[in-house]
């Protein structure tokens, strides 16, 4: 132990008398200088990952919400109602973004497209920079595909306060299944009068897009009615829309009744469409008469809750039929009544003055003689005005004047209109 003693007292003594080199210090300090310049460098680079990273995640936010707005229909919140905003809002609809340009430098944008099973809606702003707008409508007729015309059923849109811009919703038949490519044609109107340049522009369907239908059921239910029957077709439920269909005429009771002049023309079916026992709101109807006879349809709300009872209630039928009937009438007649297709006529009055007859008449609130004629001495005498309309507890009453006088009258009833009452009920099988 003492001779390691002695040998670290040793060393100690030469180490006491070193001396640093003069170099020394001045090469310590570049170390020490270069180390906290790495410091700095290393700290201004985590600083620019840290950068990169938040611009890269709020890139892609911003990505992200870009894709869900293109994703949706901008500026229809006013033209929308409730269901298409919330279908909007789910990015139902397509985008397109195509536009034409007239020569007048009025532009019509395409924006987008909603399809289903019912229906396709087509979403189109017309731009005028030169503030009238207002003034313009754009006539468009169909769709084309390669599988035939898609037609127009309905349009309705607004416009901008400074009248530069008009947004529009078109609803047309829904294209077949096989449809990928359409052509969609229009003319534009100023004033009532054509600019005589039609423009069109193309687009792709997205299939993927496609909502589909919710409920599709044949119901081929037939009800009586004074013409014939009334048949109910099918029912077609989408997220856009409820479609009834169905015929009141096949083609070959059209023709008997087109030879016989017994025809009659359907004006208006009320029909309610119930589920789970509450009324759905009607869109619109529509009753046509073609070589494939006599059809009609009837659009309501779509129906998006759990499906647990679905009924129809036929409440009436309000058609025009023709009549072809004389009825002898007299000056002095008074409260005199007859039968027209079960449908009570009372005479009220009979007069003559100033070369003018007047007969007053009395029926039901909703029937209307809408040809009528007055044979005066065997001379035909067309109505010339109606007056002194009065309604009173489900009766109407008027006075119809034509122009002539004379001994031997007849009122020639040619075509009347009225509503029959039916309410009938059909459950539909939603299974």
Not at 131 to 153: P, R
Not at 418 to 425: A, H, M, P, V, W
Request: net charge positive; aromatic share 8%; charged share 30%.
């Amino acid at each position: 132990m003492n001779e390691i003693e002695k040998m670290l007292k040793e060393n100690k003594s030469q180490t006491d008398t070193l001396q640093p080199p003069d170099e020394l210090e001045d090469r310590l300090r570049s170390a020490l200088k270069k180390s906290c310049t790495h410091k700095k460098v290393k700290k201004r680079w985590k600083m620019k990952v840290a950068v990169v990273l938040i611009t890269f995640i709020l890139g892609g936010y911003y990505i992200d919400t870009l894709a869900f707005y293109t994703k949706k229909l901008i500026g229809y919140d006013q033209v929308m109602d409730s269901n298409l905003k919330e279908l909007n809002q789910l990015g139902n609809g397509q985008t397109i973004q195509k536009s034409y340009t007239f020569k007048n430098e009025v532009m019509v944008t395409l924006d987008g497209v909603m399809l289903d099973d019912n229906q396709l809606l087509m979403f189109y702003t017309i731009k005028d920079p030169h503030k009238k707008v207002d003034q313009l409508e754009l006539v468009s007729h169909s769709i084309e595909g390669l599988l035939g015309d898609y037609g127009l059923q309905r349009g309705y849109g607004s416009i901008n306060d400074d009248k530069t811009e008009m947004k529009i919703i078109n609803t047309f038949e829904s294209p077949s299944i096989f449809e990928n490519k359409l052509k969609w044609t229009f003319r534009l109107m100023k004033k009532d009068v054509d600019v005589q340049e039609e423009g069109e522009i193309t687009f792709t369907l997205n299939k993927d897009k496609a909502m589909g239908y919710t409920l599709k059921k044949d119901i081929n239910k037939k009800i009586k009615i004074d013409k014939g029957q009334i048949k109910f077709n099918s029912i077609l439920a989408s997220k856009t829309m409820t479609r009834i269909e169905g015929n009141i005429q096949n083609p070959i009771e059209l023709v008997r009744d087109n030879i016989t002049q017994k025809r009659f023309r359907p004006n208006y079916i009320e029909l309610e469409l119930i589920v789970n026992d509450k009324k759905i709101e009607e869109q619109g109807s529509g009753i046509s008469t073609s070589k494939d006879g006599i059809k009609f349809y009837k659009n309501y709300d779509p129906i998006i809750i759990d499906l647990k009872k679905v009924q129809m209630k036929f409440i009436s039928l309000e058609a025009d039929y023709d009549v072809n009937e004389k009825i002898k009438i007299q000056k002095n007649n008074k409260n005199k009544s007859f039968k027209v297709f079960n449908q009570d006529i009372i005479i009220n009055q009979v007069s003559q003055s100033e070369g003018k007859t007047f007969v007053t008449i009395t029926t039901k609130e909703d029937v209307i003689l809408s040809r009528v004629n007055l044979m005066i001495d065997e001379k035909k005498v067309s109505l010339q005005k109606t007056i002194s309309d009065k309604y009173d507890k489900n009766t109407h009453k008027r006075t119809l004047v034509f122009e002539d006088i004379g001994e031997n009258l007849e009122l020639d009833i040619q075509r009347m209109r009225y509503k029959e009452i039916y309410n009938k009920t059909i459950d539909i099988p939603i299974n």
